[in-house]
């Protein structure tokens, strides 16, 4: 099922072959989508228990420092100042913010103000009241990557912003409540837009999560919107990413002259929140909480 050869080493990472291990199961769990013509993921995606357990490791860190840019996060600080912060705990650490010269990307965290969707760059603008912000950090432990990101209220936001931000983590989380095993990844993103639908938000289709622990952006393409597409099958022991970006008004984006930084096009908000998750044989873990 996976194009591996009946005597080859099972991709479970049992040690046993294929044919006395997950074949029969995966031929019968599997073999509808297949004739349906969804994609069956490359064994490569399956990741073995030493993997994930790297991969852990690095959630571990960027959780940690996460919960230091909740106690730092407040009016009067600037994006270069969170950049400082994310830099040097992750070196510190022995570990590599990923997105620092990621294809150019200069600093080391992505900082997204109220328009700004995301990939913004740290700089010297100085967080101010009413202000919505995502910030987003990858970390690289061992080699392994873990990608997160939360949203933060400076002050006192408007009760349209507030909003905004708690419905796009309810779509986040929603996503992730529809990650199950032996089904399509497209139902994550039907579920999400459902939600924003019945909110009067849109679903930002430009950008989407990502397979991740090995690369940084791996298959499969997680889509936050609803499709009728024939997508990848979830299958235990894949890792990747939700991370919904919801607009207040139309999901059109513009990239500035900066070649990175997503903005809304009506000017509206934009809010994201972002998990990296594990595919269990139950269900889901999410591995950044
Ligand atoms: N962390 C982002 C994601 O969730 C990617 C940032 S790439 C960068 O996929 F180059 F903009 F940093
Ligand atoms: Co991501
Ligand atoms: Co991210």
Redesign the pocket.
């Given at each position: 099922m996976f194009k591996i050869s009946r005597n080859e080493k099972c991709w479970c990472g049992s040690g046993k072959k294929y044919k006395t291990c997950h074949e029969r199961s995966d031929e019968e769990k599997l073999g509808k989508y297949v004739s349906d013509g969804y994609i069956i993921p490359d064994k490569s995606l399956i990741l073995n228990p030493e993997q994930i357990e790297g991969i852990r490791k690095s959630a571990k860190l960027s959780i940690k420092i996460m919960d230091e840019i909740d106690k730092f996060v407040k009016e009067g600080v600037t994006t270069e100042e969170i950049n400082t912060l994310v830099h040097k705990m992750t070196t510190d650490a022995g570990a590599i913010p990923?997105?620092l010269n990621?294809?150019g990307?200069p600093?080391s965290v992505?900082t997204s103000i109220n328009n700004v969707i995301?990939?913004g760059i740290p700089d010297s603008t100085v967080l101010k009241d009413g202000d919505i912000m995502n910030v987003?950090?990858?970390t690289i432990l061992n080699g392994y990557y873990s990608?997160m990101?939360r949203m933060y209220m400076i002050g006192n936001v408007s009760k349209e912003a507030k909003r905004l931000v708690e419905v796009t983590k309810e779509c986040m989380f929603a996503g992730i409540n529809a990650v199950k095993p032996y089904t399509p990844v497209g139902e994550i993103g039907n579920v999400i837009n459902d939600i924003a639908d019945r909110e009067g938000y849109s679903v930002v289709r430009a950008?989407s999560?990502?397979g991740?622990g090995l690369k940084?952006?791996n298959d499969p393409i997680v889509e936050h919107f609803r499709t009728s597409q024939k997508t990848m099958i979830m299958v235990p022991g894949m890792v990747f990413?939700i991370?919904p970006m919801i607009n207040q008004g139309t999901f059109d984006c513009e990239v500035l002259n900066d070649d990175?930084t997503v903005v809304t096009k009506d000017g509206k908000l934009s809010a994201q929140w972002?998990h990296t998750v594990l595919v269990t044989e139950t269900g889901v873990e999410i591995i950044t909480e």
């Open positions: 990923a997105t990621y294809e990307f600093k992505c995301c990939h987003d950090i990858t990608d990101s950008l999560g990502h991740v940084f952006h990413t991370e990175w972002e």
